[in-house]
């Protein structure tokens, strides 16, 4: 196994990882607000680790522009998932918050939009 | 089984799953949402493929702009669906059966997947790829075929040809065809079982009416061989962009105010949306240009471009919107795009060739008048694609905002 490949490997797992807490914390958190808590940031991050485990696989050759135009494609696809994926949770989240959805409290574990 | 049928096994479950819950989910908000899914779950298994196209646009114009059309035409709809008593229709259950059952039935006489004995790999792609575009061995241009490829040998349907073996393990055939030997895919046709489309019609277009001189074989296929469809879909567009501008559009009373609802106070939306609307644009009209070299084309690239202006709209306004691009101005680029399409067409005429002979634009290198007819017809098709879904989208807005 190349070094590249061992690092593009590490990045991968901790992609994936990060995938699965936020599954888990998107079933077990109690309410709206909370769930997307979990999914919105561990996606973001997941994606951005998986992105870049990726450029250390990517064909060709280091020391020409044929391997680096795609190795620089997926950066600024990083690039803009890490500004439209935050934007679009806050998005939603305020949208639920305009619309009069109530976050969760252990005192008041309703939550519904009234 | 290999990775690809193991993740092609996951998505179709995923897929399936998606489509159950689409008819299940009472929301009708919920349900346009998982159309969505669904459609990027289906250009995934496009990607898996390698139909990169068609996966393109899938989640170009089944994720993308599709699901704004459909919350646009639902904000005029009630939120659940009707509570309809459950019960089992007979009739209806039995045809569905049926045909799923003739579908599953016509699946069996198609190739595997990946079989390079497909009819396909054998009839038109070799042909495409024996004549390409570019640079091979320093000519420029249209090339012929190569040296042993002869597009009559599978013409005569005789049943007596031979170089691949009956059984499908056996790959050794293909280290002596041409494949190897000039790193195109050229197979040595056929034996009796193997044999290409034998349909009358089929088989005789001449080998020079297949524009395969484009990198992008697919928009080789989209603009030179099925240039006419092309052009008579991009119509269809138009039409329906006509259609429905004189179903919806209302002469508005001089002196009413347009009602808008700008976010003022969504600081984080509007910069973002401020700071991404150059780069949506420029990758629309990249992914139009783009189209003769690699994925995508007028189709995908124009709904990019109307996404763009939507997302301005919904941001900033419609009246915002309207002072960048008057309803005018939309109406008028809906038809100049087809417009750019034909006179391209017309314009091979003028330059001697047929209709849509691309290759006459450049009489001195054929190859580069094709790649110049290719990109002014998808810039043709992008115009007119863009423009309609924001004149839909505009009158959804309109009619929403009475």
């Given at each position: 196994m190349a070094w590249n490949e061992i690092v593009c490997t590490i990045f991968l797992a901790l992609g994936c990882v990060v995938t699965l807490t936020g599954s888990v914390g998107l079933v077990r958190m109690p309410d709206f607000y909370a769930r997307l808590h979990t999914a919105g940031k561990t996606d973001s991050l997941a994606q951005l680790l998986i992105l870049f485990g990726l450029v250390f696989v990517t064909p060709g050759p280091v020391d020409e522009i044929g391997g680096w135009l795609i190795r620089v494609k997926l950066l600024m696809v990083g690039m803009i998932l890490i500004i439209a994926a935050p934007t679009a949770t806050h998005a939603i989240t305020k949208a639920a918050h305009l619309s009069g959805l109530k976050p969760w409290t252990k005192t008041d574990p309703g939550g519904e939009p009234k | 089984m290999t990775t690809i049928v193991i993740i092609d096994t996951l998505l179709l479950l995923l897929v399936t799953a998606t489509a159950i819950a689409i008819i299940e989910v009472r929301s009708l908000y919920a349900s346009a949402m998982l159309t969505s899914v669904y459609s990027l779950l289906m250009a995934l298994v496009w990607v898996n493929m390698h139909s990169m196209d068609v996966a393109f646009t899938e989640a170009a114009v089944g994720g993308g702009i599709s699901t704004i059309l459909l919350i646009g035409t639902l904000v005029h709809l009630p939120r659940e669906e009707k509570k309809l008593k459950k019960r089992l229709h007979a009739p209806a259950a039995i045809t569905c059966a049926l045909a799923g059952a003739a579908l599953i039935y016509g699946t069996l006489d198609m190739p595997n997947f990946g079989d390079p004995m497909a009819p396909i790999h054998h009839y038109r792609v070799p042909e495409m790829m024996s004549q390409t575009v570019g640079f091979i061995n320093q000519t420029k241009g249209k090339q012929p075929a190569p040296e042993g490829f002869d597009p009559y040998a599978y013409r005569t349907f005789n049943g007596a040809v031979q170089g691949i073996p009956k059984d499908p393990t056996d790959t050794a055939w293909r280290e002596t065809s041409?494949?190897?030997?000039?790193?195109?895919?050229?197979?040595?046709v056929l034996t009796p079982g193997h044999e290409p489309h034998h349909e009358a019609g089929h088989h005789l277009h001449p080998p020079d009416d297949f524009n395969g001189h484009i990198p992008n074989s697919v928009t080789s296929l989209l603009a030179g061989y099925r240039g006419y469809d092309t052009m008579f879909e991009t119509t269809v567009i138009f039409t329906a962009g006509v259609s429905l501008i004189m179903l919806l559009r209302r002469p508005r009373r001089e002196g009413e105010a347009q009602k808008s609802a700008p976010m003022t106070d969504q600081v984080i939306l509007r910069v973002v949306t401020k700071m991404s609307i150059p780069f949506i644009l420029l990758f629309g009209l990249y992914v139009i240009t783009h189209g003769e070299l690699g994925p995508g084309g007028g189709f995908q690239g124009g709904v990019v471009l109307a996404c763009g202006f939507i997302l301005f709209a919904l941001v900033f306004g419609r009246p915002a919107l309207y002072r960048v691009l008057p309803p005018r101005v939309t109406d008028v680029l809906t038809g100049v795009g087809v417009l750019i399409y034909s006179g391209t067409g017309a314009a091979c005429l003028f330059f001697g060739g047929k209709f849509l002979d691309y290759s006459a634009l450049n009489a001195a290198s054929p190859g580069e008048g094709e790649a110049l007819g290719m990109t002014l017809v998808e810039y043709g098709v992008g115009i007119t694609v863009s423009m309609v879904m924001l004149t839909i989208f505009n009158q959804l807005a309109e009619e929403q905002s009475k």
């Open positions: - | 041409i494949i190897a030997q000039r790193g195109i895919m050229v197979p040595q």
